[in-house]
């Protein structure tokens, strides 16, 4: 059952919690905007409900909840930043900042961040960037699931990465993803449903294409455009965590396997100041025709009109901000629970 | 029939032939490079057989020759390019010559090109980066082609980007791609040899994935991974075309619709200078950890190991460097005919 909460309620109660878990107040605000945000853009799985699973870390001490988060300059337009093994959404936040400071005097910034954790859901630090004026390519790198092509060992992650514009008029462009053609939920929703499955979601066991969701759940998930998507799983593994001197494929350590151990994670952030490039208006101009020409596209099916990118998730946002978010009733009872 | 020419043979030969069409020796050479290296890399297509439409197109008037291309620093690391409607290469060697620029001054530049043209292959690009010490992401618009994910009218280009990671000790990363599942010619060849076609690489002109390669021809191309790849391609599209104020979506003139209209494509240079980040041996050695790691997985199919992305292109390189570049006797001799 859901139940419908304020914005401003679910921040206080995940921040909160976070405290109680032993975060600073600051730090905890910080690391609960981005969990409130997911939340408000409908992604239920990457919203507060992550709280629960970052306490149960940090009780066993696979996160430190008082970590001292170092952002060090090392070149006028680049950072690296030590996350200390705090929360990841704390992490994220600060390098998120450290990125727009630099952004903001070079035209581009970029930030790297080694020894995090899960940083949550990636697109409301896009949103926080396209609300405060920065194009963004962002990042992290993940535990590994998706075998290479042509393989049968699980090396990388499913990256998730996101690409953003801001449009001073409207709603920003907002493109969030993870590489794998679909998340590991939907072949489990097939399996328990007994239907089959394209043979482009996932390999079984030997790495062979299959249409068996039992078969598939032992396997592998399949990248986006095969060889393709493989390399871009890469790409974001390489910037997030090899050139931030984080983890990186199979050194990445296991949530689920080894929730003591540090999981030394890695993030980018590289923000572009679009105000440099031109006016609001120019810009704002330019947004909005670059959407009404997708828009106006006739549909292959009359009821199905052509969305952009970040169309549904700010929708929800919208819809959210005024009417309370839609939370699990379970998920708002731990969190009440936590925060008390 | 193929023949095998030297690289110095080549370059010099696609050089003279660009002077012969009215360009500066040093616009040439530069340009000529780029298409060089695209042979060299084995792609064909996009190597020195294009300086003949290039050429045809400078004839009509819809690529200058003598194009003064300029460099505009508009943030301490950030560059605006004005291509004068120059050809596609060497607008783009300039562009990257900018940004190589900022980014060795800043640790990460951008260099954001308008008013160009085809500017080739992709992968030279980034493998020039990368040999000088560069990660980069580069990518550029193109001519409608693809249609928004549920729409049944082409308002996108098959807009071409690479990722790529330098290797001080070894190759380095590079993913050079566009953005559709297969090119246009897979579903050719299908068609030729009267053979089905997986109903993930086209739609017919009804906006409907077909498996008819044919209804594939008078249809569109399909992205990789549905509305993620459509994603992708709108983001190149926003940085190439929309933020750099070239053309973009369907403002795109298309180079065999209009060829003597200038195509006012656009380019962007994202360049990052890794060895702020860490010495040169600490990055070798993570780069062949991660290359290690990936070759290291067990195969599906013992006869095909696993690949990392950019491979297949840099044996094509090294070999043809050593033996002589494999390019059509036809085109060849196209060349030496502009070259005379």
């Known amino acids: 059952m859901n139940v ?4 401003a309620k679910l921040q206080a109660l ?14 905890a605000a910080l690391a609960a ?10 992604i239920s799985t990457h919203g507060v409900s992550r709280v629960e699973s970052y306490g149960e870390r940090i009780r066993i001490g696979g996160i430190k909840a008082r970590a001292d988060v170092r952002v060090e300059r090392i070149a006028p337009a680049m950072a690296k930043v030590d996350g200390d093994n705090g929360v990841g959404p704390l992490v994220g936040m600060r390098s998120l900042h450290a990125a727009m400071e630099l952004a903001r005097e070079s035209g581009i910034g970029i930030a790297f ?3 995090s954790n899960h940083f949550g859901p990636v697109g409301p630090y896009s949103y926080l960037a396209a609300e405060a004026g920065f194009a963004s390519v962002i990042g992290s790198n993940a535990s590994t699931t998706i075998a290479p092509t042509g393989g049968k060992e699980a090396r990388l992650g499913n990256s998730p990465v996101a690409f953003a514009v801001p449009n001073p008029g409207g709603a920003p462009f907002i493109l969030d993803m993870a590489l794998s053609v679909v998340a590991r939920a939907k072949i489990r929703d097939a399996a328990k449903a007994g239907k089959s499955i394209p043979d482009t979601w996932a390999t079984d066991a030997q790495g062979n294409a299959t249409t068996d969701p039992k078969a598939a759940l032992e396997g592998f998930l399949l990248p986006i455009g095969g060889h393709k998507g493989y390399g871009l799983a890469l790409f974001v593994d390489l910037f997030a965590g090899l050139l931030s001197n984080a983890a990186y494929l199979t050194h990445v350590n296991s949530w689920s396997e080894s929730p003591e151990k540090p999981g030394n994670l890695g993030h980018f952030f590289c923000l572009i100041d679009v105000m440099r490039l031109g006016s609001e208006s120019w810009l704002e101009e330019r947004m909005q025709d670059f959407r009404s020409i997708l828009h106006a596209t006739p549909p292959a099916d009359p009821q199905r009109p052509v969305l952009v990118p970040g169309e549904i998730e700010l929708a929800h946002l919208e819809r959210q ?12 009872e731990r969190l009440q629970t936590l925060a008390r």
């Not at 919690?17 to 730090?27: H, I, Q, V």
């Not at 009417?323 to 379970?330: P, R």
């Open 33 to 42: 905007r981005v969990l409130v945000l997911g939340d408000l853009f409908g």
């Open 321 to 332: 901000r005024r009417d309370g978010i839609s939370l699990d009733a379970a998920v708002l």
């Open 4 to 7: 419908s909460v304020p914005e």
């Open 14 to 27: 995940a921040s909160g919690a976070l405290e109680r878990l032993g975060l600073p107040a600051e730090d």
């Open 113 to 115: 961040a080694r020894n």
